[in-house]
Each structure stands twice: as structure tokens, then as C-alpha cells.
């Protein structure tokens, strides 16, 4: 499956480079214009939308357009910038990541290889099958409403509701597949809504039973086979490592307020933890927090840390794996099952870290990495 990608730039020197680039990676790139653009961002859909800042004004107009223009697809959005002192500007205006120029190929190779692992998740969330069934919905602080669904995905769906939506709203839906004998209870948001009553609705909170159900259903039922999930990202360093999160050395860092997934290996042992991205340095490293809903979970991160500390001189192998481009607003990881916060010097850092470039970060990280050294003295 070819992926297609939108290349806004006048520079010819990095089209020149990020064009095979793309295309290893299997994705399609057309190129035009700032114009241009958003006249194609109207007409097309696009995988990814990669922006020239050379025209700050124009760019900032393309990625607003792409924005808009994703809200069904979720577009990744990528910047080309020349001042590295712009780059929080530009994450502000909606790019996902950022490209130093001039763009050479290794860099292009690393920055480019997390991108298209998120473009193929996305595309797998959002690819859909047709249907027409009957689905039970209940509003949060709202009504209960009858509806047809239109067409379901492992991560979300389409639904035609009696009365309009609003976008944000929190929903519990409740249908019957079509093989007449599998009962789904979800519960979801509503990503878009149009005053028809159609509405596209994103799954939160899925349990793995339930999530499993809906793969297999989508798989054995799509037209055309959906696309393989992305491969890991191996290419990471874990530098500092806390109950409520951690930081990654990696060439290849996702978005801020994107979902992960990440794989701890050490010897013998093995954790999975979901997270969300806190903080991205571009070509450096990220900062995650990490899910800890509950006790369990918590104590698996827990136990890894004790497992580190009894081995000193350990380094553990580090997978990192997309799983949604943002996560739901109402994202609670730093909560604890019972609703305290993490006294966490490490999450607090990730938490705020808006106002400090990579180097006054990098310092703080230092810092309050001696300070625990010392507290566990």
C-alpha cells in the first residue's frame, strides 16, 4: 500500500534529498507551491503534509489548512526549519515534527523513519469497513440516542445519530456486529460531527478483549487488507528512568501528545508500558509519561527500575512503538489508581518543560538526575 505525502517547498536542494527518502520508505510525494497547496489540501487527501518554513506566514497557513483538512484522516505534519530557536513556534502551529536544514540524507533517513511509522499506524486506525447496523448511543451529561452505524474500525467509527453531536463529547456506544452474535460496549469521543447527526466517533479505553475483537472482525471483513502495523523503533537510549515516566535518546523521537507504546528488555525480564509523549527534541530524544492508571501497572515499572538498581552497569534494550498520533485530552497518567499525584522529580521536568531550549532541558535532566542519585545514597 503506497502512502501519498504532500511536499510544500521551494527548496530544491531538500526535495531532491527527501524525495527518494520518501520513497523507500513507500510513500508517494507530490510538490508544489504555498498557493498551491492549499488548493490540494482541499481536493486530496494526504498521509503526511511536509512544510518549508523559509515562508513562516505561508507555512503556518498550510499546516492551519492540513489541519483542518486531516480532521477524518490525521494527517502527520512535518516542518523544514532553518532556526533551531523557532522550533517550539512550530510545534505550537501544529507540526508534528521538524527537519533541520539544510536536510542531508542520514538525518532525513532517522527523522523520517518515526514519521512513516506513525503515517502507517494512523492509516490502520482510520481504515474502515462499511456497514449497517443498529448502534445504542449514551451522551455524557446528555440523552440517550438511537443511531445507525455507518462504518467501524479497530480504532474508531462512523455513526449517523437521531440528533447532531458535538465534537469533544464523551460517548458509550453499544451494537451487535454483523455476524449476529458478538455484543460491543465502548466507550469513545466524538472527533468531528456535522450537523446532519453524522459523526466519526475515536475509541478510548478499550480493553484488550475488546480491541483484539474489533482487529480480527475488521481484518477477516475490509474489502482489501488493511496495512501491517509499523515496525518498532530500536534505535533508542534510555537515559533516566522514574515511576511516572522516562526519557529516550533517539534519532527517531514522536510527537508531543502522541500515543506509545514501549518495550523494556533486560536480561530475563520484560515490560510493556503505554505512555504519551511529554516532550520531543528533534534528532535528540523525547521525554514519556507513562500510563500508570493502576497499581499493576505501576508495579511492573516499579519492579524494572529494582531489577536495574540490583544490576548495576545493565543496559536495557528499548523498542518504541506508535500507537495514536495524539492522545485523548483527558489523559490521566500521572494519576494514580486512587487519584494522587507522583511525587516525581523526572515527570515534573517532562510536565515543564515548554519554556527551556534542548540544552537548558538537558541541564535540568542532569540536575535532578544527581539529586536522585543522591536522595538513594
Known amino acids: 500500500m503506497t502512502f501519498q505525502a504532500l511536499l510544500v517547498s521551494k527548496d530544491e536542494e531538500a526535495t531532491a534529498v527527501l524525495g527518494p527518502v520518501l520513497s523507500g520508505f513507500g ?72 527537519l533541520y536544514k539544510p536536510v542531508s540524507e542520514p538525518q532525513a533517513q532517522a527523522s523520517l523513519r518515526a514519521a512513516t511509522a506513525l503515517i502507517k499506524r494512523e492509516r490502520r486506525r482510520s481504515f474502515r469497513v462499511p456497514v449497517q447496523i443498529p448502534v445504542q448511543l449514551r451522551v455524557q451529561n446528555g440523552p440517550d440516542l438511537e443511531g445507525i452505524l455507518l462504518d467501524l474500525s479497530e480504532d474508531g467509527m462512523d455513526v449517523l445519530a437521531a440528533q447532531p453531536l458535538c465534537p469533544a463529547a464523551g460517548i458509550s456506544a453499544s451494537f451487535t456486529l454483523p455476524d449476529g452474535t ?5 466507550r469513545g469521543e466524538v472527533a468531528w460531527a456535522n450537523p446532519n447527526g453524522q459523526s466519526g466517533v475515536r475509541f478510548v479505553d478499550l480493553s484488550e478483549n475488546t480491541h483484539s475483537t474489533l482487529r480480527q472482525w475488521v481484518t477477516a471483513n475490509a474489502p482489501e487488507l488493511p496495512p501491517d502495523d509499523p515496525e518498532p523503533v530500536s534505535q533508542c537510549k534510555l537515559t533516566d528512568l522514574s515511576l511516572g515516566g522516562c526519557y529516550v535518546e533517539t534519532e527517531s523521537p514522536f510527537p508531543e501528545k502522541s500515543g506509545i507504546v514501549l518495550c523494556l528488555k533486560a536480561e530475563d525480564m520484560e515490560v510493556q508500558a503505554e505512555g504519551m509523549v511529554r516532550v520531543m527534541h528533534p534528532e535528540f530524544g523525547m521525554g514519556i509519561e507513562f500510563a500508570s492508571r493502576t497499581a499493576e501497572q505501576r508495579a511492573q515499572v516499579g519492579s524494572f527500575i529494582d531489577f536495574l538498581t540490583s544490576r548495576p552497569g545493565t543496559l536495557p534494550e528499548l523498542l518504541v512503538t506508535p500507537r495514536t498520533l495524539t492522545v485523548a485530552d483527558d489523559y490521566d497518567g ?4 486512587n487519584g494522587e499525584e507522583l511525587e516525581d522529580s523526572l515527570l515534573q521536568l517532562l510536565r515543564q518543560h515548554e519554556s527551556m531550549s534542548l540544552e537548558q532541558f538537558v541541564q535540568a535532566l542532569r540536575r535532578q538526575r544527581n539529586s536522585e542519585e543522591v536522595a538513594s545514597s
Open 334 to 337: 500521572h494519576a494514580s489508581a
Open 27 to 98: 510513500v508517494g510525494v507530490q510538490s508544489c507551491g504555498y498557493p498551491d497547496a492549499i488548493c490540494r489540501l482541499t481536493e486530496q487527501n494526504f498521509d503526511a503534509v511536509i512544510v518549508d518554513y523559509d515562508d513562516p506566514h505561508s507555512a503556518a497557513l498550510v499546516l492551519q489548512n492540513a489541519y483542518q483538512a486531516s480532521a477524518r484522516n490525521n494527517a502527520v505534519t512535518i516542518a523544514l526549519l532553518s532556526d533551531k530557536t523557532k522550533v517550539r513556534n512550530v510545534f505550537g502551529e501544529g507540526a508534528n515534527f521538524v
Open 182 to 186: 458478538t455484543e460491543m460496549e465502548v
